[in-house]
């Protein structure tokens, strides 16, 4: 296998070189647009970079086939001889039709064995075959060299960065929890009352704030009891709001302390009437830092369509839970690639308050690789 970085003009210059120094079975990995400079680096001009692959291997397995095809469509007789020009326009064409065929198959195909190892290991963790092929693209086109030896271990590594690279950006553990009113919603069962007793527990223990609860979960009669007993361990107040304008007294009752942490019900946000209901008691505006919480158990589909739901809701964070109840963490990898909402926490168990963690986007990435 060849890889081959190419420098050009324009794309079609490149797939000429391209053609001419890999020959037909040539594959394109990634182009970009660059701006060259000529003439003492004064005048900048527009170019392509683009990245392309020859697999030897595969090459030579498509002999016998073609070998076939020319058997069984004999050319009958010998062609006229075509004017120069219009032979080129053909090649052109046909590297073009051939580029194109080949341009859904996994670039990984034809990528050295270790990387194909750290493919494997990520196709077995559920990371979707779109998010793998950027991985990879954005891999080769940053930092792949010519002819460059490759291990187990510097493959993984290097994936690992490339998937952190493709993660929304995260605002990193310093500011973790920024804003006076913390809220917390999401699905049913998914920990959120937990969740919220394990930020209130470690601002309380390791931050000595100042904190109170409020919880608008009125739907479930033994939630308001469960959240009672953290308030009582954690020696702060709690008021319990039915509607937004006993949401402001609260909030004006707090108006002295540190951090306000909010529990919100757990329902079926499938529906967008529930989004609607959330709204209408809490006033979404900038002194609040709003997470989604999901469970790192559930399907992507099911978490992207949650994540469209909560569109008209301005989100800061996702926090995913329950992170020691599954062994894949794709549908999170695949989530978080597709969506603008960067990571906050994860939890792993369900004591308070030791089990959760704020996740960099490397840290992350190095979770679900294993690195
Ligand atoms: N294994 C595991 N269990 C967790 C985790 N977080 C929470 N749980 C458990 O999940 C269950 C539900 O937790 P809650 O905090 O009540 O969930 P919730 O989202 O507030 O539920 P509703 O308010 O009913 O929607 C409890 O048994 C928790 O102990 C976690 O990270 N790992
Ligand atoms: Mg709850």
């Known amino acids: 296998m060849k890889i081959k970085k190419f420098v050009a003009g324009s794309m079609q210059e490149a797939t000429k070189q391209i053609r001419h120094e890999l020959g037909t079975d040539a594959v394109i990995l990634n182009s970009k647009k660059i701006q060259t400079r000529r003439f003492l680096g004064l005048v900048k001009k527009q170019g392509v970079e683009v990245i392309a692959v020859v697999d030897q291997d595969y090459s030579d397995r498509q002999k016998p086939r073609r070998q076939q095809l020319q058997a069984a469509f004999p050319n009958p007789g010998t062609p006229p001889e075509k004017p120069v020009q219009l032979e080129l326009a053909n090649q052109v064409k046909e590297l073009k039709e051939l580029l194109e065929t080949r341009q859904h198959e996994q670039p990984v195909d034809v990528l050295p064995e270790p990387l194909k190892q750290a493919d494997r290991l990520l196709t077995k963790q559920g990371v979707s075959a779109a998010v793998r092929t950027k991985a990879f693209s954005r891999l080769i086109s940053s930092s792949f060299q010519e002819g460059e030896e490759w291990t187990e271990e510097k493959a993984l590594l290097r994936v690992t960065d490339a998937l952190a690279e493709l993660l929304p950006e995260n605002p990193g553990e310093q500011m973790a929890i920024r804003s006076k009113y913390v809220v917390l919603f999401g699905p049913t ?18 931050e000595n704030r100042k904190i109170a609860f409020i919880t608008t979960d009125t739907y479930r009669i033994a939630a308001v009891e469960q959240l009672k007993t953290y308030a009582e361990l954690l020696n702060a107040p709690l008021e319990v709001c039915y509607t937004q304008e006993e949401f402001k007294a609260a909030q004006q009752k707090f108006a002295d302390f540190d951090h306000v942490f909010i529990d919100t019900a757990g329902r079926n946000f499938k529906d967008g009437q529930y989004v609607k209901e959330l709204k209408d008691i809490i006033p979404f505006d900038r002194g609040l830092q709003a997470f989604l919480v999901l469970s790192a158990t559930s399907k992507y589909s099911d978490m992207k369509e949650l994540v469209r739901q909560f569109s008209s809701v301005p989100i800061d ?6 992170v020691d109840e599954t062994d894949s963490l794709g549908s999170v990898m695949n989530l978080l690639a597709d969506s603008k909402i960067g990571l906050g926490y994860m939890t792993n168990g369900q004591n308070v308050p030791e089990d959760i963690r704020y996740m960099s986007n490397a840290s992350f990435a190095k979770l679900l690789t294993g690195c």
Do not use: C, D, P
């Open 317 to 322: 964070q996702l926090i995913f839970t329950k």
């Open 189 to 206: 069962g998914v920990g959120k009352t937990t969740t919220l007793a394990k930020l209130a527990a470690s601002s309380v223990l390791e």
